[in-house]
Nanobody
């Protein structure tokens, strides 16, 4: 079992920055690929970024490339999402998720989820 707790969400103006954190507890964090997903009102949940268990490989949604950066600190059992140049379209609930394998773009492939943290970008 892996427990995930997100933090760092909030209200920010267009062009601003936020850093989300996801603290994991339970089984060996360094064995899990991690993903950040988001769900905007009226939209499907989508992958924002994902990182391999070692941190050597990452992937991003086209809409956030060049603006968001995913990283992880395995000794601290934490994954981060640095979000810069935020846009109103980034407004959503952001979730972190863990998968005991290589990362995937599909939410159904992840076994563990956090409770989510709200990010609101005002125009």
């Amino acid at each position: 079992q892996v427990q995930l707790v997100e933090s760092g969400g909030g209200l920010v103006q267009t062009g601003g920055s936020l850093r989300l954190s996801c603290a994991a507890s339970g089984r060996t964090f360094s064995s899990y690929a991690m993903g950040w997903f988001r769900r905007a009102p009226g939209k499907e949940r989508e992958l924002v970024a994902a990182i391999s268990a070692s941190g050597s490989s990452t992937t991003y949604a086209d809409s956030v490339k060049g603006r968001f950066t995913i990283s992880r600190d395995n000794p601290k059992s934490t994954v981060y999402l640095q979000m810069n140049s935020l846009e109103p379209e980034d407004t959503a609930v952001y979730y972190c998720a863990a998968r005991l394998s290589f990362y995937s773009a599909y939410a159904a492939h992840y076994s563990y989820w956090g409770q989510g943290t709200q990010v609101t970008v005002s125009s």
